[in-house]
Protein backbone atom coordinates (compact mmCIF):
# COMPACT_ATOMS: atom_id res chain seq x y z
CA UNK A 1 0.00 0.00 0.00
CA UNK A 2 1.27 3.29 -1.18
CA UNK A 3 -0.14 7.01 -0.32
CA UNK A 4 -1.48 8.13 -3.87
CA UNK A 5 -2.44 11.71 -3.05
CA UNK A 6 -2.87 14.36 -0.47
CA UNK A 7 -6.21 16.76 -0.15
CA UNK A 8 -6.20 19.79 2.01
CA UNK A 9 -9.12 21.38 3.03
CA UNK A 10 -9.23 25.05 4.92
CA UNK A 11 -12.59 25.91 6.22
CA UNK A 12 -14.35 28.42 8.12
CA UNK A 13 -14.69 28.09 11.90
CA UNK A 14 -16.02 30.85 13.26
CA UNK A 15 -12.89 33.20 14.72
CA UNK A 16 -10.38 30.49 13.11
CA UNK A 17 -9.80 28.67 10.74
CA UNK A 18 -9.21 24.62 10.63
CA UNK A 19 -7.37 22.80 8.18
CA UNK A 20 -8.03 19.34 7.15
CA UNK A 21 -6.05 16.52 6.05
CA UNK A 22 -6.96 13.70 3.74
CA UNK A 23 -4.30 11.28 2.46
CA UNK A 24 -5.21 8.63 -0.15
CA UNK A 25 -3.74 4.82 -0.76
CA UNK A 26 -3.57 2.44 -3.63
CA UNK A 27 -5.80 0.13 -1.57
CA UNK A 28 -8.54 2.71 -1.46
CA UNK A 29 -8.16 3.17 2.67
CA UNK A 30 -8.25 7.05 3.42
CA UNK A 31 -6.53 8.53 7.09
CA UNK A 32 -7.54 12.16 8.20
CA UNK A 33 -5.90 14.44 10.15
CA UNK A 34 -6.02 18.51 11.37
CA UNK A 35 -3.83 21.03 11.52
CA UNK A 36 -4.25 24.71 13.00
CA UNK A 37 -2.23 27.81 13.75
CA UNK A 38 -4.63 30.92 14.54
CA UNK A 39 -3.17 33.77 11.55
CA UNK A 40 -1.07 31.22 10.27
CA UNK A 41 -3.26 29.04 8.17
CA UNK A 42 -1.78 29.92 4.76
CA UNK A 43 1.39 29.47 6.09
CA UNK A 44 0.16 25.75 7.48
CA UNK A 45 -1.05 25.15 3.87
CA UNK A 46 2.36 25.79 1.86
CA UNK A 47 4.30 23.23 4.52
CA UNK A 48 1.43 20.83 3.71
CA UNK A 49 2.44 20.98 -0.16
CA UNK A 50 5.80 20.97 0.74
CA UNK A 51 5.51 17.13 2.97
CA UNK A 52 3.13 16.43 0.15
CA UNK A 53 6.45 16.38 -2.23
CA UNK A 54 8.06 13.62 0.21
CA UNK A 55 5.00 11.41 1.61
CA UNK A 56 3.49 10.67 -2.19
CA UNK A 57 4.32 7.29 -2.81
CA UNK A 58 5.34 6.17 0.62
CA UNK A 59 4.03 3.27 2.81
CA UNK A 60 1.84 4.93 5.20
CA UNK A 61 3.16 2.42 8.22
CA UNK A 62 6.58 3.73 8.50
CA UNK A 63 5.18 6.82 10.97
CA UNK A 64 7.71 7.14 12.83
CA UNK A 65 10.33 7.59 10.24
CA UNK A 66 8.32 9.67 7.94
CA UNK A 67 8.35 11.69 11.03
CA UNK A 68 11.87 11.82 11.74
CA UNK A 69 12.63 12.35 7.95
CA UNK A 70 10.24 15.11 7.70
CA UNK A 71 11.56 16.71 11.00
CA UNK A 72 15.17 16.00 10.42
CA UNK A 73 14.82 17.58 6.86
CA UNK A 74 13.38 20.93 8.29
CA UNK A 75 16.52 22.60 9.20
CA UNK A 76 14.49 25.46 10.63
CA UNK A 77 11.65 24.05 12.51
CA UNK A 78 8.72 25.87 14.55
CA UNK A 79 4.81 25.80 15.01
CA UNK A 80 4.34 26.14 11.46
CA UNK A 81 5.94 22.93 10.20
CA UNK A 82 5.06 21.12 12.87
CA UNK A 83 1.22 21.57 12.71
CA UNK A 84 1.30 20.71 8.79
CA UNK A 85 3.78 17.66 10.47
CA UNK A 86 0.91 16.63 13.09
CA UNK A 87 -1.97 16.50 10.65
CA UNK A 88 -0.02 13.52 8.38
CA UNK A 89 0.60 11.65 11.39
CA UNK A 90 -2.69 11.64 12.29
CA UNK A 91 -3.88 10.97 8.92
CA UNK A 92 -1.15 7.76 8.87
CA UNK A 93 -2.13 6.66 11.99
CA UNK A 94 -5.71 6.86 10.87
CA UNK A 95 -4.54 4.37 8.13
CA UNK A 96 -2.99 1.93 10.23
CA UNK A 97 -6.02 1.56 12.11
CA UNK A 98 -8.33 1.18 9.20
CA UNK A 99 -5.84 -1.39 7.85
CA UNK A 100 -5.79 -3.28 10.54
CA UNK A 101 -9.35 -2.86 11.60
CA UNK A 102 -8.40 -1.54 15.14
CA UNK A 103 -9.07 1.71 16.71
CA UNK A 104 -5.43 4.04 17.21
CA UNK A 105 -5.67 3.71 21.03
CA UNK A 106 -5.16 -0.17 20.27
CA UNK A 107 -2.12 0.49 18.14
CA UNK A 108 -1.00 2.87 20.60
CA UNK A 109 -0.94 -0.27 23.54
CA UNK A 110 -4.39 0.18 24.53
CA UNK A 111 -6.80 2.24 26.58
CA UNK A 112 -6.28 2.95 30.10
CA UNK A 113 -9.59 4.05 30.57
CA UNK A 114 -13.14 3.31 29.74
CA UNK A 115 -14.04 7.02 29.10
CA UNK A 116 -12.37 10.25 29.16
CA UNK A 117 -13.16 12.86 31.43
CA UNK A 118 -13.67 16.80 29.69
CA UNK A 119 -13.74 20.31 30.63
CA UNK A 120 -15.64 23.00 29.12
CA UNK A 121 -14.65 27.03 29.12
CA UNK A 122 -18.04 29.19 30.21
CA UNK A 123 -16.71 31.97 28.26
CA UNK A 124 -14.45 33.31 25.58
CA UNK A 125 -14.38 36.49 26.58
CA UNK A 126 -11.02 37.49 29.00
CA UNK A 127 -12.70 40.80 30.41
CA UNK A 128 -15.89 42.66 30.21
CA UNK A 129 -18.14 39.84 31.80
CA UNK A 130 -19.96 40.56 35.50
CA UNK A 131 -19.55 38.54 38.20
CA UNK A 132 -23.49 37.19 37.59
CA UNK A 133 -22.49 36.33 34.41
CA UNK A 134 -19.89 34.39 34.97
CA UNK A 135 -22.08 32.03 37.69
CA UNK A 136 -24.61 32.34 35.08
CA UNK A 137 -22.30 30.87 32.52
CA UNK A 138 -21.31 28.23 35.22
CA UNK A 139 -24.53 27.13 35.62
CA UNK A 140 -25.69 26.73 32.49
CA UNK A 141 -22.71 24.34 32.19
CA UNK A 142 -23.28 22.43 35.13
CA UNK A 143 -27.30 22.19 33.99
CA UNK A 144 -25.45 20.70 30.57
CA UNK A 145 -23.49 18.10 32.47
CA UNK A 146 -20.44 19.28 32.89
CA UNK A 147 -18.23 18.79 36.25
CA UNK A 148 -15.16 20.56 35.47
CA UNK A 149 -14.77 24.62 34.04
CA UNK A 150 -12.22 27.07 33.19
CA UNK A 151 -12.16 30.65 32.20
CA UNK A 152 -9.94 33.66 31.84
CA UNK A 153 -10.82 35.86 34.69
CA UNK A 154 -8.21 38.50 34.15
CA UNK A 155 -9.14 42.25 32.70
CA UNK A 156 -7.32 43.01 29.23
CA UNK A 157 -3.77 43.76 31.42
CA UNK A 158 -0.20 42.42 30.79
CA UNK A 159 2.04 41.71 33.72
CA UNK A 160 0.11 43.37 36.67
CA UNK A 161 -3.20 44.26 38.83
CA UNK A 162 -4.59 46.89 40.27
CA UNK A 163 -5.55 45.74 43.99
CA UNK A 164 -9.12 46.26 42.37
CA UNK A 165 -8.47 44.18 39.77
CA UNK A 166 -7.12 41.50 42.02
CA UNK A 167 -10.51 41.86 44.01
CA UNK A 168 -12.55 41.58 41.08
CA UNK A 169 -10.54 38.10 39.72
CA UNK A 170 -11.12 36.65 43.16
CA UNK A 171 -14.75 37.38 43.68
CA UNK A 172 -15.17 35.53 40.14
CA UNK A 173 -13.82 32.69 41.18
CA UNK A 174 -15.08 32.53 44.89
CA UNK A 175 -18.71 33.10 43.11
CA UNK A 176 -18.40 30.73 41.04
CA UNK A 177 -17.32 28.41 43.05
CA UNK A 178 -20.33 28.89 45.73
CA UNK A 179 -22.46 28.78 42.91
CA UNK A 180 -21.54 25.35 41.86
CA UNK A 181 -20.41 23.97 44.45
CA UNK A 182 -17.57 21.63 46.04
CA UNK A 183 -17.63 18.69 43.71
CA UNK A 184 -17.16 20.77 39.87
CA UNK A 185 -13.73 21.36 39.02
CA UNK A 186 -12.90 25.05 38.46
CA UNK A 187 -9.86 25.35 36.13
CA UNK A 188 -8.30 29.25 35.72
CA UNK A 189 -6.90 30.58 32.22
CA UNK A 190 -4.43 33.00 32.80
CA UNK A 191 -2.89 33.37 29.08
CA UNK A 192 0.69 34.26 30.23
CA UNK A 193 -0.26 37.20 30.87
CA UNK A 194 0.92 37.97 34.38
CA UNK A 195 4.40 38.57 36.21
CA UNK A 196 5.68 36.35 38.63
CA UNK A 197 4.65 38.34 41.70
CA UNK A 198 1.55 39.16 40.86
CA UNK A 199 0.64 35.24 39.55
CA UNK A 200 2.25 34.44 43.51
CA UNK A 201 -0.39 36.97 44.96
CA UNK A 202 -3.34 35.88 42.66
CA UNK A 203 -2.44 31.88 43.87
CA UNK A 204 -2.43 33.09 47.38
CA UNK A 205 -5.63 34.42 47.19
CA UNK A 206 -7.32 31.79 45.09
CA UNK A 207 -6.08 28.99 46.61
CA UNK A 208 -9.19 28.49 49.58
CA UNK A 209 -11.05 28.23 46.67
CA UNK A 210 -9.20 24.84 45.46
CA UNK A 211 -8.55 25.17 41.60
CA UNK A 212 -8.09 22.15 39.89
CA UNK A 213 -5.16 24.26 38.49
CA UNK A 214 -3.39 27.25 37.24
CA UNK A 215 -2.84 27.65 33.68
CA UNK A 216 -0.01 29.63 32.01
CA UNK A 217 0.38 32.34 34.96
CA UNK A 218 3.63 33.71 33.04
CA UNK A 219 4.83 34.19 30.17
CA UNK A 220 5.71 30.82 28.31
CA UNK A 221 9.11 31.69 28.03
CA UNK A 222 10.44 33.19 31.21
CA UNK A 223 11.16 29.61 33.17
CA UNK A 224 12.92 31.24 35.23
CA UNK A 225 9.60 33.45 36.54
CA UNK A 226 7.42 29.95 36.57
CA UNK A 227 9.65 28.98 38.99
CA UNK A 228 9.20 31.69 41.48
CA UNK A 229 5.52 31.31 40.94
CA UNK A 230 5.37 27.63 41.83
CA UNK A 231 8.09 27.68 44.89
CA UNK A 232 5.46 29.98 46.18
CA UNK A 233 1.86 29.03 44.79
CA UNK A 234 -0.03 26.73 47.25
CA UNK A 235 -2.25 24.85 44.26
CA UNK A 236 -0.84 23.17 41.00
CA UNK A 237 0.06 24.83 38.29
CA UNK A 238 -0.22 24.00 34.07
CA UNK A 239 1.81 25.04 31.53
CA UNK A 240 2.05 23.76 27.54
CA UNK A 241 0.20 25.16 24.52
CA UNK A 242 3.10 27.12 23.61
CA UNK A 243 5.57 24.69 23.87
CA UNK A 244 6.59 22.53 21.14
CA UNK A 245 9.07 19.78 21.25
CA UNK A 246 10.11 17.27 23.35
CA UNK A 247 12.64 19.32 24.18
CA UNK A 248 11.28 22.51 25.51
CA UNK A 249 9.21 20.41 27.82
CA UNK A 250 11.53 18.57 29.55
CA UNK A 251 13.35 21.72 31.80
CA UNK A 252 10.11 21.98 32.61
CA UNK A 253 9.36 18.69 34.25
CA UNK A 254 13.19 18.63 35.33
CA UNK A 255 12.89 20.99 37.36
CA UNK A 256 9.12 20.04 38.67
CA UNK A 257 7.45 23.41 37.82
CA UNK A 258 3.99 22.56 37.43
CA UNK A 259 1.54 19.75 38.30
CA UNK A 260 -0.09 18.84 34.87
CA UNK A 261 1.43 19.94 31.15
CA UNK A 262 -0.61 20.45 28.39
CA UNK A 263 0.51 19.22 25.17
CA UNK A 264 -1.22 19.49 21.97
CA UNK A 265 -1.02 17.12 19.76
CA UNK A 266 -1.13 19.52 16.49
CA UNK A 267 1.81 21.82 17.76
CA UNK A 268 4.04 18.81 18.53
CA UNK A 269 4.00 17.44 15.70
CA UNK A 270 1.05 14.52 16.23
CA UNK A 271 -0.01 11.99 18.31
CA UNK A 272 3.15 9.58 18.91
CA UNK A 273 5.31 13.09 19.71
CA UNK A 274 2.74 13.58 22.07
CA UNK A 275 2.71 10.12 23.65
CA UNK A 276 6.37 10.43 24.27
CA UNK A 277 6.57 14.07 26.40
CA UNK A 278 3.72 12.17 28.13
CA UNK A 279 5.88 9.80 29.30
CA UNK A 280 8.56 12.22 30.18
CA UNK A 281 5.67 13.93 32.51
CA UNK A 282 5.10 10.30 33.59
CA UNK A 283 8.64 9.73 34.63
CA UNK A 284 8.06 12.88 37.00
CA UNK A 285 4.83 12.42 37.97
CA UNK A 286 2.78 15.23 36.44
CA UNK A 287 -0.36 14.85 34.70
CA UNK A 288 -1.50 15.12 31.17
CA UNK A 289 -4.20 17.68 30.11
CA UNK A 290 -4.08 17.91 26.60
CA UNK A 291 -4.48 21.12 24.53
CA UNK A 292 -7.46 20.64 21.98
CA UNK A 293 -9.36 24.37 21.26
CA UNK A 294 -9.22 22.47 17.76
CA UNK A 295 -11.84 21.07 15.55
CA UNK A 296 -13.47 17.71 15.55
CA UNK A 297 -10.45 15.24 13.73
CA UNK A 298 -7.79 16.99 16.39
CA UNK A 299 -10.28 15.82 19.15
CA UNK A 300 -10.69 12.16 17.89
CA UNK A 301 -6.85 11.95 17.86
CA UNK A 302 -6.51 13.66 21.09
CA UNK A 303 -9.51 11.34 22.29
CA UNK A 304 -7.23 8.30 21.16
CA UNK A 305 -3.85 9.21 23.02
CA UNK A 306 -5.75 10.40 26.00
CA UNK A 307 -7.39 6.55 26.32
CA UNK A 308 -4.05 5.16 26.32
CA UNK A 309 -1.94 7.84 28.30
CA UNK A 310 -1.02 6.38 32.37
CA UNK A 311 -0.80 10.24 33.88
CA UNK A 312 -4.13 11.78 31.55
CA UNK A 313 -5.71 13.84 33.84
CA UNK A 314 -8.72 15.82 31.79
CA UNK A 315 -9.37 17.09 27.89
CA UNK A 316 -10.29 20.48 26.68
CA UNK A 317 -13.10 21.01 25.12
CA UNK A 318 -14.16 24.46 24.60
CA UNK A 319 -17.41 25.99 24.92
CA UNK A 320 -18.35 28.19 22.16
CA UNK A 321 -17.97 24.67 20.20
CA UNK A 322 -19.24 22.12 22.38
CA UNK A 323 -21.66 24.22 25.08
CA UNK A 324 -23.57 26.52 23.07
CA UNK A 325 -24.06 24.16 20.50
CA UNK A 326 -22.39 25.21 17.58
CA UNK A 327 -24.12 23.58 14.97
CA UNK A 328 -21.95 24.19 11.73
CA UNK A 329 -19.09 22.02 13.27
CA UNK A 330 -21.24 18.90 12.79
CA UNK A 331 -20.79 19.83 8.64
CA UNK A 332 -17.24 18.65 8.79
CA UNK A 333 -18.00 15.06 9.59
CA UNK A 334 -20.18 11.92 8.15
CA UNK A 335 -21.23 11.56 11.98
CA UNK A 336 -20.43 13.73 14.62
CA UNK A 337 -21.70 11.30 17.32
CA UNK A 338 -18.82 10.07 18.44
CA UNK A 339 -17.59 13.10 19.53
CA UNK A 340 -20.55 14.11 21.59
CA UNK A 341 -19.52 14.95 25.47
CA UNK A 342 -22.35 13.57 27.69
CA UNK A 343 -22.20 14.26 31.81
CA UNK A 344 -18.70 15.64 31.36
CA UNK A 345 -17.49 12.77 29.57
CA UNK A 346 -16.57 11.81 25.86
CA UNK A 347 -16.71 7.85 25.22
CA UNK A 348 -14.05 5.46 23.93
CA UNK A 349 -14.23 5.08 20.30
CA UNK A 350 -14.31 1.59 19.03
CA UNK A 351 -14.17 1.87 15.14
CA UNK A 352 -10.74 1.28 13.32
CA UNK A 353 -8.95 4.22 12.70
CA UNK A 354 -9.40 7.67 14.60
CA UNK A 355 -13.34 6.71 13.68
CA UNK A 356 -14.21 10.06 11.93
CA UNK A 357 -14.69 10.97 8.39
CA UNK A 358 -14.80 13.76 6.47
CA UNK A 359 -18.36 15.42 4.89
CA UNK A 360 -16.45 16.90 1.83
CA UNK A 361 -20.12 18.34 0.82
CA UNK A 362 -20.34 19.59 4.65
CA UNK A 363 -17.09 21.18 4.58
CA UNK A 364 -18.01 23.00 0.62
CA UNK A 365 -20.13 25.29 2.97
CA UNK A 366 -17.78 26.84 5.06
CA UNK A 367 -14.94 28.26 2.85
CA UNK A 368 -12.44 29.72 4.40
CA UNK A 369 -12.62 34.07 4.84
CA UNK A 370 -10.06 36.54 5.42
CA UNK A 371 -9.50 37.99 8.83
CA UNK A 372 -8.03 41.31 9.86
CA UNK A 373 -4.54 40.64 11.17
CA UNK A 374 -4.59 41.84 14.85
CA UNK A 375 -3.31 42.16 18.73
CA UNK A 376 -4.99 43.21 21.90
CA UNK A 377 -3.53 46.57 24.10
CA UNK A 378 -5.02 47.65 26.80
CA UNK A 379 -5.49 51.04 28.56
CA UNK A 380 -2.12 52.43 27.85
CA UNK A 381 -1.67 50.85 24.67
CA UNK A 382 0.77 47.98 25.76
CA UNK A 383 0.34 44.80 23.41
CA UNK A 384 -0.97 41.61 25.27
CA UNK A 385 -1.36 37.78 24.05
Known sequence: MKITDMRIFVVDADWRDWIFVKLLTSDGLTGVGEAALTGQEQSIVAALHAIKSYILGKDPFQIENHWRNLYHSSFFRGPVFLAALGAVEMALWDIAGKALHVPVHTLLGGPCRSQVRCYTHISEATSGHSVGQRVEEALQAVAEGWTALKWDPLPANFLSLSPAQMRDVVEQIQAVREAVGDDVEILVECHGRLDPNTAMLLAREI?????????????????????????????????????????????????????????????????????KIAALAEARCVGVAPHNPHGPVCTAATLHLAANLPNFSILEMPADDYLWSAHWRDDFLIDPEPLRVRQGYLALPMAPGLGVELNEEGILRHPPRTRAWGVSFQAESAIID
Open 207 to 275: APLRPYFMEEPVPPENLDGLARVAAHAPLPLAVGERVYTAAEFWPILERQLVGYIQPDVIFVGGVLACK
